[in-house]
């Protein structure tokens, strides 16, 4: 029989309902690292200089987490969504295993070649390069904590249940902000301050998960064993947004290249504008995610007119979100900037960094709803390709607006403005057309 499905605003509402905490959970993120950028900038320009290049290869250990956290989480809203609690224990059991083992081999990467990795960013300072490097060592010593906190996040989200991984985020953020002045200035460690404090806090949060999942019989990982089948599915959809995440990663690395020939300045406003990009990146983020947990069971439960509406009720959030974070960058760049730098050169390159990604904030919005709306159906491979593709187009954008603008560094920032603008448009399409094809072949809701 065809099953009604609820009208838009209440998929609206449940949707803006399990994505709250996760909001919640990247603003204190946000917070985090804003109150980190301004605690490293009071040490100046180039102490976020070698902050930021390290980042760099903790967004890639990030990207590699990906093999195994998205798959699992969509795996595990599928599992539920047929109700088939034994199979979404083995996807838990099968995750947490492979996570474990991937980033101890990740660290062990960075920790051997970190010297070769700092400079591959080209920043053309030993001084900074060096502090980069001894930074990224000790930040690294957080990866497997790290990984298996993303790990339980979208495991529990797969669930429907957002709620738990804010609040033990919540304490992880909340310890590592305390945490944060008392190494860097207190115990005067500068910037390795942060990192220890980074390690701390995930630990803490990673007890706190093993203690709370054993307590969930849909993910309590006992009476299961390890199956390579099970783990092959998870990474079957993983592995695209890995590649996806990686290349971003590397394509960072290639613009930053590009960025340097400005100086350190430079490579620092592009770190802090990320962080206030950030705002409207994690809102979206939330509600991406949440929309990938209520597609994926609906699409379990083989629903699909629910999964459309879902779809229908993060479009709307898009448009509502990317109008407002858009208004406040254009509006006000300057008095964001200086939050975090008082440099006049800084502040200069800071105000245009803002003013152009300002005009790509709603194609973000609709570039993460879309592609939550993918995750969800398990078609994790379409907006890899998009993304990758659209993204790696900056690098020869970038380079000829650089001669096209005689050499302006704003030339940059609207090769990037430029492939966001894109990405949100051709996503959205893409999965318009895609799902109503679908849905022809798969006209009954069960």
């Known amino acids: 029989m065809i099953k009604k499905t609820a009208p838009t605003f209440l998929n609206l509402k449940e949707l803006v309902i399990l994505a709250l905490p996760v909001i919640a959970t990247s603003f204190l993120s946000i917070a985090y690292n804003v109150i980190n950028v301004i605690f490293v900038g009071k040490l100046g320009s180039d102490a976020v200089a070698a902050v930021g290049s390290a980042g760099f290869f903790m967004h890639l250990s990030w990207g590699v987490s990906t093999l195994f956290t998205i798959g699992a989480g969509i795996k595990v809203s599928h599992a539920l969504g047929d109700k088939n609690i034994t199979l979404s224990k083995k996807y838990v059991r099968s995750g947490i295993q492979a996570i474990i083992i991937i980033s101890l081999l990740y660290y062990a990467f960075i920790a051997i070649f970190r010297n070769y990795l700092i400079g591959i960013v080209g920043i053309n300072d030993s001084k900074i390069e060096h502090e980069a490097s001894k930074y990224l060592l000790l930040i690294g010593l957080s990866i497997p904590f790290t990984f298996q906190n993303l790990f339980f ?101 290639a613009m930053a290249r590009i960025i340097s020939q400005w100086g350190a300045s430079a490579i620092a406003v592009q770190k802090v504008g990320i962080q206030i990009e950030a705002i409207t990146f994690m809102t979206a983020g939330g509600f991406m995610t949440a929309l990938a947990a209520l597609s994926g069971k609906a699409f379990g439960a083989k629903n699909y007119e629910a999964q459309w509406n879902v779809f229908k009720s993060g479009i709307i959030l898009a448009f509502i979100i990317g109008i407002i974070t858009s208004s406040i960058l254009i509006l006000f760049p300057e008095t964001l900037f200086l939050l975090f730098l008082s440099e006049k050169e800084s502040i200069e390159m800071g105000r245009d960094y803002l003013i152009i990604l300002g005009y790509s904030q709603l194609f973000m919005c609709l570039e993460l709803m879309a592609t939550g709306a993918f ?42 403005s430029i492939s966001s603008m894109a990405k949100g448009s051709i996503l959205v399409f893409l999965f318009i057309i895609m799902f109503k094809s679908f849905k022809k072949v798969n006209p009954i809701s069960i």
Do not use: C, H
Not at 185 to 209: D, E, H, P, R, S
Not at 380 to 397: E, K, Q, V
């Open 153 to 253: 996040t979208n495991v529990f989200i797969g669930t429907g249940d957002s709620k738990t991984p804010f609040r033990i985020n919540a304490i992880a953020f909340a310890l590592n902000m305390i945490l944060d002045p008392l190494l860097i200035f207190g115990a005067g460690w500068g910037i390795y301050g942060t990192a220890v404090g980074t390690f701390m806090a995930q630990g803490v949060a990673t007890l706190l998960f093993y203690i709370k999942i054993n307590k969930v019989e849909s993910l309590r990982p006992i009476g299961v064993s390890f199956q390579k089948k099970i783990l092959k599915q998870i990474m079957s959809l993983g592995i695209s947004p890995t590649i996806q995440r990686i290349s971003f990663t590397l394509i960072a690395i």
């Open 375 to 416: 995750f969800g159906w398990g078609r994790t491979n379409i907006p890899a390709i998009t993304g990758i593709s659209l993204t790696l187009l900056r690098i020869p954008m970038a380079l000829l607006f650089i001669q096209f603008w005689s050499n302006s560094l704003s030339s940059v920032w609207w090769s990037i």
